[in-house]
């Protein structure tokens, strides 16, 4: 690694490396070119077996949302109400994780498919496509885990890394999380429109207000859909059905909401400063999204109910490839870290999550919460 | 309240429940040929011509207008998971009792749709369509005298007005390597038994090229039939030359397959406005096959230069007109056909 006053915290990581020795500018490049060499391999690869999977998805989940919808016209009755809610609380999950968040990455834009495009596609989600494409694909994924740079949301109203300066409102964060993880989507809305940044001067109110009339139509549509013409779609179970839409969206929200924060949060994912950022090549690119990604262990069915961002660190290596391929990479990508003596961070679910917590615990309070100093 | 409000009404209603995907998202799955559905068509059978040429049998969308028998039809096939559009002529006539079409292919070295068409293509494959299209038709009064100047499946648009309309005095000169390699052969064969054509068929393996000047030797009065010509590039350069040597070019229809392609330079790098994406293009390639490469939506007709379907916004830089090399620069409300262009230099364009 290249001795940028910036790179403190790659110095820590390095220091959990399997080897001892460091790797040089050259090793770098190495790695960089072996990642480039699978994304290349999967370009080529990409075929009708692709399309026919994200299509299958596209029909099963819009099939489980039919269904579940149609069930909850009778959710008077509980066991209707518990299968329809749950066939609801999937279908949401399918629909923001493994098609929506993907096919905004443009993951399936190789299509060439209008229906299934990254600039046509408007999600399930409250926050329009376009205010969110901006905030992730762009400012997340290109600053991943930069401080100061990276707004993905957990970095502004959390401290989750030591390095982030501790100030008292973090004594609430314990509270406030489980709170963001509830209305998760809410949470995002209001972020994604960046009002503190037109309340600092960086754009215009002019150009903040223009797109929160943009966010309101969008989740106004969202907010009668589920909580005004279901209901009443409903008849005599008009309550029984609201109640039914608040928990498939509460269980999509607090599952999101875990899922994301096990991506870069748990122990072993490390935040840089923005000198980093100076003249980073193809490699120390890849390096700091290694660094700052965690994936999750688990089978095929956690891996598509997660958005496969159970394959974070694939994710964020190859962000525009197909979601199904990266299982298949992702060996291979573990044994490239393991040549180049890499760690690869990796743990079920519940280690990752109570490590996400941990963090959140303990660096609500000041100090290091046991890490080293950074200087 | 009219039953049509009343259904806008109705299906307003439908869309605040689907959204934010619109009713058809749900009924595109199990009902995609339905009235009001995006054009598409199901693959119903799939009978070889030749060695390398298929007609493919498609049974169109409800909101399917018909065709006038020589127009193509623009489809949009998925190949190796990606949406290919091309254009081929409809071989099936207008009156067809149900209501299918038939398109020809022949299969060209490097055809990525034609090669899947004619080998690959499988029945029950929903396909996407577009409203048939194209100047190359016989007019509203029938001429009494026709030729039909074809070579290769350039005879496809011409089988469909062969098809479509009982002519008085018809004469064909087709050409075609070898006899195993005319398509429609029998059909034709069919149509000269039955009295209603004159065939002139020619292998050119054996039989040489067409010379188009001794076009008088095979048919004596050629100069007096009102002529429709369909095939290669040189055959069509040399009847326009002939007929206009003649004085009588207004008698000739040509359609062309593919756009003549004259000029290539240097490439450049290419943005796309929408997305944003960012792709190296060399002289060569037309815009619109590298933006498609890149995964971009562009829009897309004839690809041949002549529908202006594809016609986008230049924002930056220049771009070089295939066919004759012309340069044009980027100013505003300038469009470029991306079709027959290629980037002449670093370039945006609006999507």
């Avoid at chain 1, 690694?1 to 790179?7: D, E, L, N, V």
């Avoid at chain 1, 106004?220 to 013409?229: E, F, L, M, P, T």
Wanted: aromatic content about 8%; hydrophobic content about 40%.
């Amino acid at each position: 690694m290249p001795a940028a006053a910036g790179a403190v915290e790659i110095d820590l990581w390095e220091q959990r490396m399997t080897t001892t020795e460091r790797l040089t500018e050259c090793d770098i490049d190495d790695f960089g070119r072996e990642l480039d060499r699978i994304r290349d391999e999967v370009t080529a690869a990409r075929g009708e077996n692709d399309a026919r999977y994200i299509r299958r998805v596209i029909a099963v989940q819009r099939g489980l949302e039919a269904g579940g919808r149609a069930l909850l016209f009778v959710s008077v009755l509980p066991p209707a109400w518990l299968v329809g809610t749950a066939a609801l609380a999937t279908a949401k999950i399918l629909e923001n994780m493994e098609i929506g968040h993907n096919v905004l990455h443009g993951q399936w834009d190789w299509m060439c498919d209008p229906k299934i495009h990254s600039t046509t596609w408007e999600w399930d989600f409250a926050t329009p496509a376009k205010a969110w494409q901006h905030s992730h694909n762009f400012v997340h994924h290109t600053y991943t885990n930069v401080l100061g740079k990276d707004r993905d949301i957990g970095y502004s109203a959390l401290r989750i890394h030591p390095e982030q300066p501790w100030h008292p409102v973090y004594l609430a964060q314990p509270f406030y999380n489980v709170a963001l993880a509830m209305f998760f989507e809410w949470g995002i809305t209001i972020y994604d429109v960046e009002l503190e940044r037109a309340w600092r001067g960086e754009k215009s109110w002019r150009e903040a207000l223009t797109e929160l009339r943009g966010v309101l139509g969008k989740a106004g549509r969202q907010v009668i859909k589920d909580y005004v013409a279901f209901p009443l779609l409903s008849g005599p179970s008009f309550l029984t059905t609201l109640l039914a839409n608040l928990t498939a969206n509460t269980i999509r929200n607090v599952w999101t909401h875990t899922i994301i924060f096990c991506g870069h949060f748990p122990d072993g994912t490390v935040v840089f400063t923005e000198d980093q950022l100076d003249g980073e090549s193809r490699g120390e690119w890849y390096l700091r999204q290694l660094a700052g990604s965690a994936n999750i262990d688990g089978g095929a069915l956690f891996h598509l109910m997660t958005g496969n961002l159970s394959h974070q660190i694939e994710h964020h290596l190859f962000p525009d490839l197909p979601s199904n391929r990266y299982a298949e990479i992702a060996p291979r990508v573990r044994a490239l870290c393991e040549r180049f003596g890499l760690p690869y961070a990796t743990g079920p679910l519940l280690q990752q999550t109570a490590s996400v917590w941990k963090r959140v615990l303990r660096l609500a309070l000041p100090g290091q919460g046991g890490h080293q100093a950074a200087q | 309240m009219t039953s049509t409000a009343l259904r806008s009404r109705a299906w307003q209603l439908l869309e605040m429940v689907t959204t934010p995907l619109l009713p058809s998202d749900y009924l595109d799955l199990f009902s995609p040929l339905r009235a009001g559905a995006d054009l598409r068509g199901r693959i119903e059978a799939v009978h070889a011509e030749t060695p390398d040429a298929a007609t493919i049998v498609i049974r169109p969308g409800k909101g399917w207008r018909g065709h006038v028998a020589g127009q193509y039809v623009r489809i949009g096939v998925d190949v190796d998971g990606v949406r290919l559009w091309r254009a081929y002529s409809v071989t099936s006539p207008t009156n067809r009792q149900d209501g299918r079409i038939t398109i020809t292919v022949k299969a060209i070295p490097d055809g990525k749709v034609s090669n899947h068409l004619v080998r690959h293509a499988k029945p029950g494959t929903v396909i996407q369509l577009d409203q048939a299209t194209g100047e190359f038709v016989l007019p509203k009064t029938k001429p009494a005298k026709v030729l039909y100047l074809t070579a290769g499946s350039g005879i496809t648009p011409v089988m469909g007005m062969l098809r479509d309309a009982q002519l008085e005095d018809v004469v064909m000169v087709h050409s075609a390597p070898r006899k195993q390699d005319v398509i429609f052969r029998n059909d034709l064969h069919d149509l000269v038994a039955d009295k209603s054509l004159r065939l002139v068929e020619l292998h050119t393996d054996t039989d040489g090229m067409l010379d188009v000047a001794r076009l008088h030797e095979l048919v004596p009065d050629w100069a007096e039939r009102e002529t429709w010509a369909c095939g290669p590039t040189g055959m069509l350069d040399a009847a326009e030359a002939h007929w206009a040597a003649n004085g009588i070019a207004e008698r000739l229809h040509t359609e062309r397959f593919r756009p003549t392609i004259v000029v290539a330079g240097d490439g450049g790098e290419v943005t796309f406005g929408t997305t944003g994406k960012t792709v190296d293009a060399d002289g060569a390639t037309p815009l619109l096959d590298v933006g498609e490469a890149a995964g971009v939506l562009m829009p897309s007709g004839c690809r041949m230069g002549i529908c202006f379907g594809c016609s986008t916004p230049l924002k930056a830089g220049a771009v070089r007109d295939l066919r004759t090399g012309e340069i044009t620069e980027a100013e505003p409300g300038v469009l470029v056909q991306t079709c027959v262009s290629a980037a002449a230099g670093p370039c945006e364009l609006e999507r």
